[in-house]
């Protein structure tokens, strides 16, 4: 971080202003102009609160070099994290680090029979995770609002049949007490940003699937996945889902550069919900390959055995058929990208 301090400040003073920053952990450099003084902040800064900085009467400008993340920079861990899981049938799935994730299943748990046959087809296709929610983030209040705790019971339920580690969304943090079982714990678009979600996520030991809110910038989704490390959980899965644009032809728009941006950014697994980014069912199979083949480490669609009559999100599920396909095609992609699948 580099301080341009104000012209004509007094020397005595920028001393004391810049040994209470080296309380703060940093080295200072002083370069002494003839008109100028300039600080450089060397070590971590990411505790160095650069508003309060800017708003000090010695400050004329502040400038960030490094990235204000730490935990989640690929800077300080240039290694590919991979996240493990172990299903109910004792099998290790795996996300990062060369491995390919694939999360399938319905937008919402709707009873028994319905996420137990999905989850039977999803074994079967080769999937290694099954979605489903249960506590729905809904636009309406008098949308289907999910079956709440009966909906987990129903998830835990195709886990145990199939195996299959289970993902879903929590919405608040008063339903962590019902998510013992749970594998990976999803937290939603809409709550990218909701930060003492993140920070109590950030002292549970489960992997976090974190999806990018639909108008946030990939620094901010890497703060908000620094939110939970910070707490000491360091197995977050970022999830690009399309951000907001004018165009409407799709739901979102699949930000794919998000994928070798943030890649690059960071160590932390980068996969790629096509069913969101797009909202159409027969265009989500080409985004997942488009992922793929752009580098991501997986990808979580929406599949249901019915579409039609999908109590959530039908227009952008794609069938069984149409996923048993789908990793027909994706296990071509992970040869070429040598990948494991
Ligand atoms: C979901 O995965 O069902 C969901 C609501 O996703 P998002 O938070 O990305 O909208
Ligand atoms: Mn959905």
Redesign the pocket.
Known sequence: MIIAVRPGAAKEEVRVFASALEKQGVKIHFSEGASQTVLGLVGDTTGIDEEALKAHHLVEKVIRVQEPYKRANRLFHPEDTRIEVTGADGEVRRIGSGSLGIIAGP??VESREQIVNIARDMKKAGAGFLRG?AF?PRTSPYSFQGLGVNGLDFLLAARKETGLPIVTELMAIHQLEVFDEVDIIQVGARNMQNFSLLKELGHCRKPILLKRGYANTITELLMAAEYIMAGGNDRVILCERGIRSFDSYTRNVLDISAIPALKKQSHLPVIVDP??ATGLSWMAPSMAKAAIAAGADGIIV?VHNNPEKAL??GE??ITPAAFTDLMGALRKYAEIEGKRL
């Open positions: 937008c919402s929610g729905k069913s969101h929406e959530c999100d952008q599920s």
